[in-house]
């Protein structure tokens, strides 16, 4: 099962900082990619890159102008589309039933105001609490129990860097020189 995650109503000036933390989020969290749509945001979009590259990992970003016809498209395609809302299911009654079904997943998370179209079309409207939060911690806490805690364990391949975690100071592989540093 493939995991993208969509983030919806993209606004270049107000959403930049937020919308980077939802794709670094995704990616941190196991999915494969983030769409983008809203505002086209080409610079935000080399950042989430660059991270990857500089991390490791397979992760895409793409931009797509008409979320709606993404949504019709990914369900034609035979995939299921779960939208992160507080007003949906409680994710605890519904995670293993979608974690049950093998079809490619996309998760949608709202900007400013999600269209109605999106409740309607969604396999499942999941709330993660009932209480107002950030898309950012909705998304890490759907994708933890999604994966069961695996996605701590995952090793991003191809990196420059990687983190060795320790109780103490800092410790981070840099690949080009094989080296170590200890701050």
């Known amino acids: 099962m493939k995991i993208n995650v969509l ?28 769409i983008l749509n809203g505002d086209e945001d080409t610079k935000l979009m080399e950042n989430v890159k660059d991270v990857a590259k500089r991390w490791g990992g397979q992760f895409k970003v793409d931009y ?47 900007g400013s105001r999600v269209p109605t179209k999106v ?6 409207n999941v ?4 209480q107002p939060h950030s898309e950012v911690s909705s998304l890490a806490v ?4 999604l994966f069961e805690g695996k996605e701590l364990d995952k090793e991003f391949e191809g990196g ?17 020189n094989e080296e170590e540093k200890i701050e």
């Open 119 to 124: 409740y309607k079309e969604a396999d499942w």
């Open 160 to 176: 420059k860097m990687k983190v060795i975690p320790t109780a103490e100071g800092k410790r981070v592989i840099i690949n080009d």
């Open 7 to 34: 983030r919806l109503d993209h606004r270049q000036k107000r959403d930049a900082r937020i919308t980077t933390h939802v794709c670094l989020t995704a990616r941190a969290f196991g999915a494969d990619g983030v």
């Open 142 to 145: 759907f994708l933890h129990m």
């Open 64 to 110: 797509k102008k008409n979320y709606e016809n993404l949504i019709d498209e990914w369900k034609n395609n035979g995939g299921e589309v779960v939208h992160l809302t507080m007003y949906g299911s409680q994710v605890h009654e519904v995670v293993s039933d979608i974690r049950k079904s093998p079809k490619d997943k996309l998760v949608v998370v709202g």
């Open 127 to 130: 709330s993660v609490t009932s």
